[in-house]
């Protein structure tokens, strides 16, 4: 493994304090049972990552293969991750990853290159989503699988439009969803016009926010890296989003993330939700929604672009430093193949099948039938995205709601903390962004990026 650079070590600056032997975790590739191979995952604490858990006792009992797992909320699991596969202590013999990390550990030679695995005629690794198995690429060579893959669409509960009297556009624009919400914003009976993330994090308030910057014509950087924080564009993108998630959202913002509105907009308490495809898995699944039947889905709303969708997706990869990578693979490629699907849909419900990362998924009649209100809606949103250039403007990096840059973990986290405590009320949109301003022209000077 390659020493670390100053642009690696950048990826566990804001993870240096997290004390690994609190992860209740065994270390990795031990003996399990005495029964065959022991591996730990480490995964993220959201529905379809739950469903693995709850489900892998078939594969256990198919191939005898112990599969231990550490479920984490995202911002700690991407702490806990970071640090520790960027120094190399190997607890985890699977890591739950995204479309960020997966090129830029790659290139760090931190992941397992799975070309040969993936290229057994079982897996149909051409049957995974072009735009999602190319994020998960690095030099022609797949080092990570999804597990599912997600754009981001405005959700809305149909029911409560009905009540009010109010009719959603075919798309949207922010500035209707602005009018839509306050026409819906009903606190006394504890019905929020809007649920947006404030939770502060890289991937939870900046994802969608993200969007809206891009939309309304803001962006990080220019085109020799000069930060644009402070734009004209970008301000009014932030102190718009701020407002609208002040006035009309959910209780309590700075301290909601994916979950907390998904609750929300499942239990009637929020009229609309902007957040990933993936949350209408849930909202549609009448065992663990109150909205089931009554959501109705439309692209994510523009303002100065044609679209406006991010790409994600949580995916699988091996470490380097795991001793089980056969094992390890036999259980992804088990989690992420086209029979997971089905038995997912037959055991659990055909809503919670995981959408986004096989194109073999929408030719399932029983999941169409199930999923029809949403479905056509999540694959076009995915293959609608444009990574290199979601703005207005062509980009020096491949990404929607973040940069593909080593130094954007700590840069997203920090920016996302001032975001979040301006949604808190306890700064301005101005002063948040001011300090915001700060810490990308910190990144662009220190990275070396301007003498690119």
Known sequence: MKSPSIKQRALVAGSVAVVLAASACSGAGGGGNGDG???TIATVANPQMQDIEELSTHFEEETGIDVEFVVLPENELRDRVTQDIATGSGQYDIVTIGTYETPIWAENEWLTNLDDYASDPDYDVDDLLTPVREALTYEDSLYAVPFYGESSFLMYRTDLFEAAGVTMPENPTWDEVADLAAELNDPDNDVAGICLRGLAGWGEVLAPLNTVINTFGGRWYDEDWNAQLTSSETVEAVQFYVDLVSEYGEPGAANAGFSECLTATSQGNAAMWLDATVGASVLEDPESSDAAGNMGYVPAPV???D????????SLAVPETSESK??????????TGKDYMHLVGEELGWTRVPPGSRASTYEIPEYMEAAEAFAPQTLEAIQNVDVNQ?????QNWAGVQYISIPEFQDLGTRVAQEISAAIAGNQTVEEA???AQGYAEEVADEGGYRDQ
């Open 303 to 305: 303002m100065e672009t």
């Open 433 to 435: 962004l001011e300090k």
């Open 326 to 335: 056969d094992a390890a693979w036999e259980f992804m490629a088990w989690a």
């Open 390 to 394: 979601p703005g207005l403007y062509e």
């Open 307 to 314: 679209s406006s969708g991010w790409l994600w997706a949580w």
């Open 37 to 39: 191979e022991s591996i």
